[in-house]
């Protein structure tokens, strides 16, 4: 049995579907599962979604492999693609719907004998400059898919945001403007097939990014992709977002620290005064961050309780105070609705996006259906 703890809450998770779909009512909806669904559980995610949504997105053709596997039938885009020849087989046999950005894929798939055509996602570089065609070249290449036999017509359309998260920035709009210079230019609108630009921040910010299809990753998880200082779109909560996962675990030890002592590896901290020390199961080997400073906060029994020491790789010490009550065995929150991950983002300098997904199998998952 795990003693470090991640609960997800499938009933809030279901209350983001269903914002995500009302906020964008006329589009079709790809729940973003890469990951591991952002530490969640890519598979019971997956599931658990499957009835509600139109595609899954993951970013690895080994990730879409897993969830075939595991007898979830819905479409699934991958994001980066296909990178080898041999991964073509599969993506016919599993209908996997790949994202094609780069000239070595179109002429793997001009070469490609398929009995049905594959569906695949053209990925435009509207100014990420990642992945994609550039919009100079993109014309030609796009002509170039359209010739392959293998691939099902129309082809649809997909870009990426690089700072959708900043809503002061003029790259969104000047983004949006490429994608929309590039249908302009193909001129026939009927060979394009759906489209697709916002990921949660185009989603939440930016309507004008809708299209046919929104994907949607860390607005899922009920966690705000926004700096934390937004007013109003600083945690999920404030975007109207319920969190789905609470990752805690217990006090397995509560010791005396008498004031001058340091504490933990390096002795990077020592106590002001006479104190109590809880030992936490929890540490760098489930996830949590070892670089977090001192003084980062806890939630134990509703109080806040800061953190000391430098985190190991299975425990982590928090300062309790010198009339401390608590117990072996209370429990230790180290983010959930009360204590935002985003807050915890704000105070390490680590994004959300990665608090989420740096998680290890070694923390259990266990999945809730109340609030
Ligand atoms: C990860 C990813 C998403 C989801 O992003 P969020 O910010 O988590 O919503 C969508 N599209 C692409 C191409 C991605 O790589």
Redesign the pocket.
Known sequence: MSIATIEVNLLALKHNINLCKAQAPNCQLAA?V?ANAYGHGMIEVARFLQGDIDYL?V?RLSEALQLRCAGVTAPIII?AGFFHHDNLSLLERYALQPVIHCPEQIAMLHKLKTTRPLTVWFKLDTGMHRLGFRAEDAINYFQQLQQCASVAKPINLIS?FCNADLLDQPDTVSQIAVFDDFISALGDRSCIGLQSLA???GQLAWSASYRDVI?????LYGVS?FSYHEIGKGTGAQLGLQPVMTLKSELIAIRKQLKGEGIGYGQIWHSQRDTQIGVVAMGYGDGYPRNIPCGTPVLINGQRKPIVGRVAMDMIMVDLGPDSQYRIGDDVIFWNHDLPVEEIADLTGISAYELLTRLTSRAQIVYKKCI
């Open positions: 973003v890469k997105a970013a994001l990426h990921a949660s921040g994907r949607p990753g860390l607005a992709p």
